[in-house]
């Protein structure tokens, strides 16, 4: 999250203290998860062309069983549909996605709602908002977890099988209060162990290792927007989610395809009229065909800012972009 320029509304920002004085249920348990149906364009919902993205559907997602869906601050997807993500207030999201015979995103199944915890075993949610707040979540093929918190700036690696976490290393620099580390994915090309973090007010970018420093990489150009996502696609490319909000356009999101020097090599924009919120969670999963399946989740900051509701929601969306050279469908 981050605190949007000149104090505009800050719909993208955080959840806050005082967004909710019931204490939440936070043991792991399933839940079913609802998913209502979202044209990429309310006007039009034969329209879903955006260059060379595809929107191959979109979801409100809300849950009967659990208050906790909500404040989704980051996704990761593999290609057997798994899924996994973290909250503002420290919730762990899994679940398996669901696909139509046509490959149209159409549901969530599976679900379990958890929490992550500290070296003690004490929720994070005890603590308050300055010791949860999850922005970035990644998960090695071993399944130990790394997950990159802001306000109190640190990353946790988790190990599998519930064994206390444990300090990574983060790039040591001056952050900004609430304006830190956003972006979090492997870096399998690197090394085992290597992973990718970046700035969300400076758009700088680092790779780190566990068994090492974090060094400095691209400084990616936010064309005034704020960084809130990053994935390492298969072929060693990288997307970077931006996202920013003014009162008179509403959202803008745009995400961006660049080589390993920063180069963009293509993107999208979404902007009203299209739906269009507070994109913070991009995954990436290959297809069969040579296309990229891009999912983007929003953090709906819990449906409230500063004591006052909000008409966000838990949007998840699926596009499917055809790289250069690759024939489209």
């Not at 209060?177 to 007010?201: F, I």
């Not at 913070?280 to 069969?288: C, N, T, Y």
Request: proline residues 7%; glycine residues 10%.
């Amino acid at each position: 999250m981050r605190r949007l320029a000149l104090g505009l509304l800050a719909l993208a920002l955080t959840a806050c203290a005082g967004v909710r004085v019931d204490a939440p249920q936070r043991e792991t348990r399933p839940i079913v998860v609802d998913a209502e149906p979202l044209p990429l364009d309310p006007r039009d919902p034969a329209h879903e062309r955006l260059g060379a993205f595809t929107y191959a559907g979109g979801l409100i997602l809300t849950s009967k069983q659990t208050t906790r869906l909500h404040g989704l601050s980051d996704l990761k997807v593999w290609p057997d549909g798994r899924f996994l993500s973290a909250s503002d207030q420290s919730d762990l999201l899994e679940g398996r996605l669901v696909l139509d015979r046509s490959g149209r995103l159409t549901g969530v199944t599976d679900a379990r709602i958890g929490t992550f915890r500290d070296d003690k075993g004490v929720d994070l949610f005890t603590f308050g908002q300055v010791e949860m707040d999850i922005e970035g979540i990644a998960e090695f093929p071993n399944g130990d977890r790394l997950a990159a918190f802001e306000q109190h700036d640190r990353v946790l690696l988790y190990p599998k099988g519930g064994l206390p976490p444990r300090p990574a290393p983060m790039p040591q620099v001056k952050y900004d209060y609430n304006n830190a580390m956003e972006g979090l994915a492997l870096e399998p090309k690197v090394a085992p162990d290597a992973y990718r973090v970046g700035v969300e007010s400076t758009g700088a970018t680092f790779v780190c290792r566990l068994s090492t420093a974090c060094v400095a990489d691209v400084r990616l150009d936010l064309e005034g927007l704020a960084l809130s996502g990053i994935e390492v696609l298969p072929d060693g490319r990288i997307a970077y989610l931006l996202r920013d909000y003014d009162p008179k356009r509403g959202n803008t999101v745009r995400l961006k395809i660049a080589d390993r020097q920063g180069k963009v090599i293509d993107g999208m924009e979404l902007a009203r009229p299209l739906n269009v919120d507070n994109f913070e969670g991009v995954a990436a999963v290959p297809r069969r065909d040579g296309r990229i399946r891009f999912y983007l989740l929003v953090d709906d900051n819990f449906g409230v800012y500063s004591g006052k509701p909000t008409d966000q929601r838990t949007l998840l969306m699926a596009f499917d972009w055809t790289p250069p050279g690759t024939t489209r469908p």
